[in-house]
């Protein structure tokens, strides 16, 4: 990642009057599919048309003058009305999966509250977020490995189900693997091919989130090809070494390549200023498939959480120039529009379950900890007890009894799903009307809570 993309928040601070204008970095959190993009679009469109949702009735929405929506001085501006177009399309569809890093930036101007705000004058505040594909956090947990230990960590990940189904025959091929052989470029290539299509197959087949390296799914466009060919060697650990002509040669620098550019160059765009974060978790779909879904999404969201840096700024780490710490974050189990109105609270709460010991960790650290339930656009709509929403790629209405959702996750993560429908989004949707939502103004009014206004 270039050091050009990398000043975006210094060349965005400039426009306006920087010295009277307050930045809110907030740091976007979820993994593929956890409803990201979704979610940045609902927010651009509820403070665009503040003056007639929810939002136009709650402070300190009151006060705000105006919303400017900024695509022209930022670097890959997120495509906010790519988004729209899907979502207004005759029928309507979703935003597609993100492929690359894209940035927003939103000016928010609000009214000067009492008399001594009013000699203070307008205040501003800007909001600064980066969407990007969900997988690349998978990626995280590799700058604290080497490579004999991700070996290692494969290895063991191979060896149980379902991923020692999933991956067949490409197993054997790796265990017959002499790391310290001469590597053969060709079969290297057609073996990383295999092992993205076996991470396609834990992804899609059995719904698993751990799926490393993230970039063999999901490359971006700062990656050369060549470089992502570097495969686990099954038969190397730790201790184990090989001439640069070997196959633990080759595979050994790429991965360091990996790490050390791609991962840490995402690490510190995506992660150097942040000062709050929203964690957006989809609940409902590991549910669905299963305790090992679970668990999985359990151990990724873990994973993904070491690396963030929580709590106080001390004295000594500001005087020092420390990176600054989140002090803020918002747990959200997102779509909760799936299930009816009694079960979203549920459906929170079991990923407040899932999530204990990490929340406590983070809570301790001093951290404000907020669970909000969220739908970013609400898909269906209520008729009695039952839900009324289209199916995705179809016309016309089902209506549907969402099964239950306990009020705890059992220890055991063994889990009756609700009935859960690819839904498409609501008809009508328009740039210039606030969309339908669940508690997307708590969440907002939740973030402004970090700026002095
Ligand atoms: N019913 C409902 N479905 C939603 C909502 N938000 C997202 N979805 C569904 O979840 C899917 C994924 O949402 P995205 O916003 O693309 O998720 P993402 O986190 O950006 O995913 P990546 O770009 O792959 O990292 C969408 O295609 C929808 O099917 C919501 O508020 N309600
Ligand atoms: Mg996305």
Redesign the pocket.
Known sequence: MSNKSANWFKQAGRAGNPLRRQRLRVGVT?????????????LINQLENHQKGLLAQRAPFDRLVSVRWRRDEVKQPFPYLDSLAALSAEPA???????DLSRVLLDLRFKPQGLLGKVQGTRDVSIEIL?????WLLDLPLLNLNFGQWCEQMTQWLAQSPRAELAVSLRERLQSLDPQAEADEAELADLAGAWSAFLQRCRSDAGLSRNQPARFL?PGSDVAAQMLHFVPLLRANQHSEGNAKSWWGVCEARFNYYRDFIVRGFYDEHFRHLDQQVL?V?MLTPMDAGQAALSDLKGAMEAVLESFHYGQNGFLARLLRFRPRIRRLALCA?????VGPLQQRAVQQCLEDLMVDRLADVRHGGVEIKGIP???????RQEGDALV?GL?GKTGWVRYQPGDIPAHLPQSLQVNSPQLL????PPGLHRNEPFP??RMDDLVAWLLKGARL
């Open positions: 979820g993994l593929s599919g956890a409803g990201k993009t979704t979610f940045i679009t609902s569809t979703w935003p597609q999966s993100t492929a969407d990007y594909p969900g997988e999901q957006l989809d997102t779509k909760v529009d799936k969220l739908s970013a656009i609400r898909a269906t929403a995705q690819a839904l498409r989004p939502h669940y």
